[in-house]
């Protein structure tokens, strides 16, 4: 393991921790926890459906799912478990239980369809999958194609009582249908799982800094699914970093959190199963915020002091009446990220809720947090300051260094910065200067006052309500389809999801687009936010001089 002296001599990223960023000298992401459990023990920790799960109920039934693993599964320390789960309570318990027994976190996106969860699994050589009821439909199709020997299924509301359970499980399964037949024979019932579990001591793994905690995909800048490699060190780093920028304003074991975004996705998993775990925090989860009325009656049973979002939820919210009546007294941090804030959404927010917008940035190869605006100094249009031990570089096209508000390439180094990309290592050299900066892909000014600015978003990124879309995984999907011969995808505005996608296709020769059929073939493919909304035919897609197609045009249009 790399000492903190490294840092000056630039050695791998993923390797260390300052000393600032860790004053209780943590060594993994389950010493967070593990502390949580002891200075916080009967607060109440998430909640999600009715149920509250407290910190100590937490360590114990990580406890349980950890020595489930280790006494009724081949698994060995290393391997690469998926965790395939919207946000429900028992998403905390699996992410800690499996870092207990050694094995890495791949957060998978519930909402996946069987081809790209194919891909997922086949590219992190996933052994074990803890998957939601509702998709393990899903799973069921392409379990033989994977290396997967163990699954494990839960539904909505397993940790509630019995008689309630089922109450729940039933409604949700036989009256609202939410959850499509599957045959999944080898697969263990959650509940099962931690029963069995129970019956022995867990043996928690000795991590270091260096190991990985988590396997995080992301198309980078290109749109092939990679494994952004986060050690223990980096997520330990960003923890912090983050914290720096609140520790003025939250309390520890005072103050309630709603998370509406997914866990699954790098930007809500620190914050709530990390950073506010540190705070003893209360994180109220919401599995499916697109359900705006069950959303706001949730939030009106709360006097919360935080709100985790972004633009398109926030824009969401201010448009309904029910909203207005909330409790928002205790409101003390609304923080935004994911997607670009707009003026409009940030005023909105503040005239209905008192509280401003604090706008953030970041990358999943950075874990994610890079730039803050400090609370009560926001400025909207900036991404504010960068965090702690973080270099900032603005480069021009032949790599050279520019001055304070000259646009060009925004370039980072710190501790948060990925390892690599997980086997591929052409691609994590095609994002890594010589001398340790991640190039983002995107466009920033920084100002004589340090305030960044992101003036264009890596150049052909498509963020879909918050959700990254990269136009080669669409168009690879399309150019499937037997009547197509090319085809682009660009993002255009729209009013609900900040951006839609739309695709220009050119037909083969005498075939017709039906643009129905078409769509239901995107849907097949692809999860639901990325399928174009919008199709175009076109006789000829334009190119640069070498035959690549050229999205910026198409855009420019």
């Known amino acids: 393991m790399l000492n903190n002296s490294d840092i000056s001599s630039g050695n791998a990223p993923g390797s260390y921790v300052p000393d600032e960023l860790n004053p209780k000298g943590f060594h993994s992401v389950l010493d967070i926890m593990h502390d949580a459990s002891k200075r916080f023990a009967d607060l109440p920790a998430f909640t999600s459906v009715g149920r509250t799960l407290t910190y100590r109920e937490l360590k114990q ?11 009724h599964t081949d698994l060995q320390p290393g391997d690469r478990i998926a965790v395939q789960l919207p946000n429900v309570i028992q998403f905390p318990i699996v992410v800690y239980g499996a870092m207990q027994a050694g094995l890495v976190v791949v957060n998978t996106n519930p909402l996946y369809t069987p081809h790209e969860l194919e891909h997922q699994f086949n590219d992190a050589e996933v052994k074990a999958v803890v998957v939601f009821a509702n998709m393990a439909a899903n799973v069921e199709k392409i379990l033989e194609k994977t290396s997967i ?4 299924v839960t ?4 940790l ?5 359970r089922l109450l729940i499980n039933s409604v ?8 499509p037949a599957y045959s999944l024979p080898q697969a263990v019932a959650f509940n099962k799982a931690l029963e069995l579990g129970s019956h022995h001591a867990a043996q928690i793994a000795e991590l270091k800094l260096t190991d990985l905690a988590v396997l995080q995909y992301t198309g980078g800048t290109t749109g092939v699914a990679k494994g952004a490699m986060l050690t223990h060190a980096n997520l330990i780093s960003n923890m912090h970093q983050l914290k720096g920028r609140l520790d003025h304003l939250l309390n520890d074991g005072e103050e309630v959190f709603i998370a509406p975004l997914p866990l699954y996705h790098i930007y809500a998993f620190l914050i709530h199963a990390m950073t506010l775990v540190e705070y003893g925090a209360h994180s109220i989860l919401i599995p499916n915020p697109r359900d705006l009325p069950a959303f706001v009656k949730e939030l009106k049973k709360w006097r919360f002091s935080g709100f985790i979002g972004l633009n398109t939820l926030f824009a969401g919210l201010c448009n309904r009446e029910d909203f207005k009546s909330v409790d928002f007294s205790g409101l003390k941090l609304t923080a935004s990220g994911g997607m670009p804030l707009t003026h409009a959404a940030a005023e909105r927010w503040q005239e209905i809720t008192g509280g401003a917008v604090t706008e953030g940035y970041g990358l999943t190869e950075t874990s994610p947090v890079v730039a803050f605006n400090p609370v009560g100094e926001e400025q909207i249009g900036t991404i504010g300051l960068a965090v702690a031990c973080t270099d900032i570089k603005i480069l021009d096209d032949n790599g050279q260094s520019l001055p304070n508000n000259e646009p060009g390439m925004l370039c980072v180094r710190g501790p948060q910065v990925m390892r690599g990309y997980w086997q591929r290592e052409a691609a994590t050299r095609e994002v890594m200067t010589d001398d340790g900066f991640l190039i983002t892909g995107d466009i920033a000014v920084q100002q004589d006052d340090g305030y960044l600015r992101i003036v264009d978003r890596a150049k052909d990124l498509i963020i879909v309500s918050g959700f990254n879309v990269y136009p080669t995984e669409v168009e690879d999907v399309l150019t499937m389809h037997p009547s197509i011969l090319e085809a682009a995808a660009i993002g255009i505005e729209d009013e609900k999801t900040g951006e839609a996608v739309k695709a220009f296709v050119v037909l083969r020769e005498g075939e017709t687009l039906d643009q129905q ?8 493919h692809l999860a639901a936010y990325k399928v174009p909304r919008h199709f175009e035919t076109r006789q000829e897609l334009p190119k640069t001089n070498v035959g690549k197609i050229l ?3 198409l855009r420019d249009e």
């Open 160 to 164: 509630h009582s019995p008689v309630k």
């Open 61 to 71: 039934k990580a406890d349980a799912f950890t020595a489930y693993l280790q006494q």
């Open 551 to 553: 999205r910026r045009a």
């Open 155 to 158: 539904e909505i509301a397993d």
């Open 517 to 524: 059929a078409l769509h239901d073939f995107c849907r097949e």
């Open 149 to 152: 020997k163990h699954v494990i």
């Open 172 to 179: 949700v399964k036989y009256v609202k249908k939410l959850v």
